[in-house]
């Protein structure tokens, strides 16, 4: 891998929005570190880029996590960080399985801060740099059945805002950005065995899109980034709602659809 390029290192870069973070990053010039637990996947993602470093990592097991941030502290030539691995479950919180929660707060929470502190002190030091954590619109409220999804992106939102006012209060031009998209077309709600058919095709949003409209989003500086002008007003209606609207609205929704839904 030439050192003289930027380099850019991808989770979850085995399908859906991280591969297309990969592909248009290569595009852009940077130098890859593509990371997911598929292995198959990313060697032929590294293959159709034609050079990109592969580290098959469960990023929800502290051991391969840690070798994970030890590869991001050893980049000297990092520019870029996107953390976006993640998944969602479907079901009431006390009838699924715990073990499920714990392994999404693991992968939503802990390895994006993790992931996170290990970039930062590099690009802080170098005085260049960006982290770029997908969220979800689902941060921005709640829905019955998506309890631990929607609180870990809901840290997550808040945790980006928080590294944003400590870069800033700091001086340094290293730049965060949550991304928040809504309903997103990839492998994400088949991996849940959620019908895409029960989403209005309109509410769909091509992963192509998103990873445009976050690239946009950085150079402009934006710290949230909502693609799409159907989830940018929804994101403002919910901030509006009082708690008991947000209530009603929510479980009058998720009854009407019969099932329960994860954005993203």
């Given at each position: 891998m030439d050192i003289h390029k930027p380099?850019?290192?991808?989770?979850?870069?085995?399908?859906?929005?991280?591969?297309?973070?990969?592909?248009r990053l290569a595009k852009d010039g940077y130098g890859l570190i593509l990371v997911a637990r598929r292995r198959d996947r990313l060697e032929a993602l590294a293959r159709?880029?034609?050079?990109?470093?592969?580290?098959v990592a469960d990023l929800t097991s502290d051991e391969q996590l840690k070798l994970v941030e030890e590869r991001i502290r050893a980049a000297a030539n990092l520019e870029l960080l996107v953390n976006n691995a993640g998944f969602g479950t479907v079901g009431r919180f006390f009838d699924i399985p715990v073990d499920s929660q714990d392994q999404m707060h693991r992968l939503h929470v802990m390895a994006t801060l993790r992931l996170a502190h290990a970039a930062l002190g590099g690009m802080v030091a170098r005085g260049k740099?960006?982290?770029?954590?997908?969220?979800?619109?689902?941060g921005f409220g709640h829905s019955p059945g998506n309890?631990?999804?929607?609180?870990?992106?809901?840290?997550?939102?808040s945790f980006t805002e928080g590294l944003h006012l400590d870069l800033?209060?700091?001086?340094?031009?290293?730049?965060?950005?949550?991304?928040?998209?809504?309903?997103?077309?990839?492998?994400?709600?088949?991996?849940?065995?959620?019908?895409?058919k029960r989403v209005p095709g309109w509410l769909w949003t091509p992963a192509e899109d998103v990873v445009?409209?976050?690239?946009?989003?950085?150079?402009?500086?934006?710290?949230?980034?909502?693609?799409?002008?159907?989830?940018?007003?929804?994101?403002?209606?919910?901030?509006?709602?009082?708690?008991?609207?947000?209530?009603?609205?929510?479980?009058r929704y998720s009854k009407r659809e019969g099932r329960l839904t994860t954005a993203r």
């Open positions: 380099l850019a290192l991808v989770t979850g870069a085995s399908s859906g929005i991280g591969a297309t973070f990969a592909r159709e880029l034609g050079e990109a470093e592969t580290l740099g960006a982290v770029i954590n997908v969220s979800s619109v689902a309890v631990s999804y929607c609180a870990t992106k809901a840290w997550m939102n800033r209060r700091a001086g340094s031009p290293v730049k965060v950005q949550c991304l928040c998209p809504g309903f997103t077309l990839s492998e994400f709600h088949d991996v849940i065995r959620m019908d895409p445009e409209a976050s690239i946009r989003g950085l150079a402009q500086g934006k710290l949230f980034v909502v693609p799409g002008l159907f989830y940018k007003v929804l994101v403002k209606f919910e901030g509006w709602m009082p708690l008991w609207a947000r209530t009603a609205l929510a479980i």
